[in-house]
């Protein structure tokens, strides 16, 4: 059984930083892509950054040079590093899966976790 285990959200002020760790268990992780999308109230779930097993990312435009994905292979885990955080990144994060390599499209991934929020404030 796949698992995925978000980790590392919490309330931070404009300009802080944070740092979300997805756990997987249940599946072999040199077969998946890796991804964050969010979802802020009231507004539908987006793409925010993925992840190939062989390093290769993708970001949306609005968390470029301020976002960073990252995978220890080891420990079988995720991360995004978040930087220069702004209100408007305020929403629920969740952590994805892909077999195969990186995508942006949520209907591609197998696998999803259950989310952590991240909270913002100005």
């Known amino acids: 059984q796949v698992q995925l285990v978000e980790s590392g959200g919490g309330l931070v002020q404009a300009g802080g930083s944070l740092r979300l760790s997805c756990a997987a268990s249940?599946?072999?992780?040199?077969?998946?892509?890796m991804g964050w999308f969010r979802q802020a109230p009231g507004k539908e779930r987006l793409f925010v950054a993925s992840l190939s097993w062989t390093g290769s990312t993708i970001y949306a435009d609005s968390v470029n040079g301020r976002f960073t994905i990252s995978r220890d292979n080891a420990k079988i885990t995720v991360r995004l590093q978040m930087n220069s955080l702004k209100p408007e990144d305020t929403a629920v994060y969740y952590c994805?899966?892909?077999?195969?390599?990186?995508?942006?499209?949520?209907?591609?991934?197998?696998?999803w976790g259950q989310g952590t929020q991240v909270t913002v404030s100005s």
């Open positions: 994805a899966a892909r077999r195969g390599g990186f995508s942006t499209e949520q209907v591609q991934y197998n696998y």
């Open positions: 249940g599946l072999t992780f040199s077969n998946y892509a």
